[in-house]
């Protein structure tokens, strides 16, 4: 099996992130059967990877383990096998726009490197493991559906005062089912019509969640909504938006209309309540659960000036052995007042790796919200019966790691990175140098071309003072 042993966000726009897995070095012998990894999250998706041998080659390809109909998921992605020697000896490959889809949910390359290549250049490393890093990019989940427009006249009112309702298949997105549904108001003439939208989760589960997306109705340009950033309880209903035009201006008379739906991001949240300016330790303190069912406890902290939390991974003992966990979390604070977006805590998003031990020490979390400003009778983070602050923590990024402590693994990638900043250094000051060279050789030209009317003008008042002699 090829571990999955260390990861790293790149915080780029292109939400670029890079799995490492260690290959079996038993892939370089004869007769091997295919070797793949377990299931690990990118872009709200499950994928795998899996390698394979041929006679001469080993090919290595990704994955969709969630595929769903009528979506597709174009991203980019590369795979590179990491040498021992040096960074520039590193063989790799790139896919880019690649599309995935229930029909083509694999994608990779046959000959990605050769096996004779792997033992003679000094790829094997020191555990007998081949390192292998797994890069993914830009991604993009677009549903496409297209839905029967009812008849005129027809209504079974499943909304208040709107007609048929218009629904989506099902499509996975964020490890969940979604629909989209759609409700025409037929109560009114055509002209005047107007249709509501809904978006809708469908497996359950006891968290909230935010969710990002973007939905276009008929041909490109006839209507868009731009990104629309909503909060769905556990029912895993959201709230429906009204568009004032009928789905027959939006389907210009066809019998289908065109449904396109880009889910952008979906976080799980869990909701804490806390008395920040209670004396009693209990009421400061809350418990929850993650999205993989693990403990975990968030402390208020009002000794300074500023308020500050501890979060506790209480759970911590659930680790397994040999392996370590990364979580990445954020924090917000609700604010009461209305159409107020939360505030977010000081240094977020945050992240940590967690390894089996009794007890965890917590992980100290800032917030700019000065003791002062809570303590003020109009504060509007906090509630006015009750006077408790509303906690949403958003669940980011959770995966397993095999390999917890620090490696010749590790030893590899820091060689890497002093070699290209050796690189890195050695350019610039070739780069210096060049520059100097041009400056000088534009000086000189400046000099030569400042010489030549000067010359011009001396010849020219010698041929004239020649003349007047004759």
């Not at 298949?169 to 019509?193: C, H, K, Q, R």
């Not at 505030?343 to 977020?348: A, V």
């Amino acid at each position: 099996m090829a571990k999955l042993c260390r990861f790293v966000k790149l915080n780029d726009r292109f939400n670029a992130q890079v799995f490492t897995f260690m290959l079996p070095g038993r892939i370089l012998r004869e007769f091997t059967p295919d070797i793949y990894s377990k299931d690990f999250v990118y872009g709200y998706q499950r994928w795998n990877v899996s390698f394979v041998r041929t006679d001469r080659h080993i090919g290595a390809y990704l994955k969709l383990q969630t595929p769903s109909q009528g979506l597709r998921c174009r991203m980019d992605f590369s795979f590179t096998v990491v040498n021992r020697d040096h960074f520039t000896k590193n063989v790799s490959f790139i896919e880019k726009s690649c599309e995935f889809s229930p029909e083509a949910n694999v994608f990779g390359r046959k000959t990605f490197t050769e096996i004779d290549d792997l033992l003679k250049r000094n790829f094997l490393q020191e555990s007998g493991d081949l390192l292998v890093e797994v890069e993914m990019r830009n991604i993009h989940s677009i549903y496409e559906c297209f839905m029967r427009v009812p008849k005129d006249g027809g209504s079974t009112g499943s909304r208040h005062g709107y007609g048929d309702r218009m629904e989506s298949t099902y499509f996975m997105f964020g490890l969940s089912d979604w629909s989209i549904s759609l409700f025409p108001d037929n109560s009114v003439a055509e002209a005047d019509g107007s249709v509501e939208v809904q978006l809708q989760r469908h497996t359950s589960f006891d968290h909230i969640c935010y969710v990002r997306y973007r939905i276009i109705l008929g041909d490109e340009g006839t209507f868009d909504s731009g990104d629309l950033e909503q909060v769905l309880d556990a029912s895993g209903v959201g709230e429906p938006f009204t568009i004032g035009a009928s789905v027959h201006r939006l389907s210009r008379g066809r019998s289908t209309l065109r449904v396109k739906v880009e889910m952008i991001s979906v976080v799980s949240v869990s909701e804490l309540y806390l008395s920040v300016l209670t004396r009693n330790g209990n009421q400061s303190r809350a418990h929850c659960y993650d999205r993989d069912k693990q403990a975990w406890m968030l402390e208020a902290d009002t000794t300074g000036k500023y308020l500050t939390f501890r979060l506790y991974y209480t759970d911590i003992s659930h680790v397994p052995r040999k392996f370590s966990r990364y979580v990445g979390w954020n924090i917000r604070l609700v604010s009461k007042a209305t159409n107020s977006r939360p505030k977010r805590t000081l240094d977020g998003p945050h992240s940590k790796y967690y390894v089996q031990q009794e007890v965890d020490e917590g992980c100290v979390i800032r917030t700019d919200v000065s003791l002062e400003e809570l303590k003020e009778p109009e504060c509007p983070l906090l509630e006015a019966d009750e006077h408790k602050l509303t906690i949403h923590i958003e669940w980011m990024d959770s995966h397993l790691l095999v390999s917890p402590n620090y490696t010749n693994l590790d030893d590899v990638t820091r060689l890497h990175k002093h070699q290209m900043s050796r690189e890195i250094l050695a350019l610039q000051a070739e780069n210096y140098a060049l520059e100097k060279q041009l400056y000088s050789y534009q000086q000189s030209l400046a000099k030569n071309s400042a010489k030549e009317p000067s010359s011009r003008n001396t010849s020219r008042a010698n041929s004239y003072d020649a003349t007047n002699r004759l």
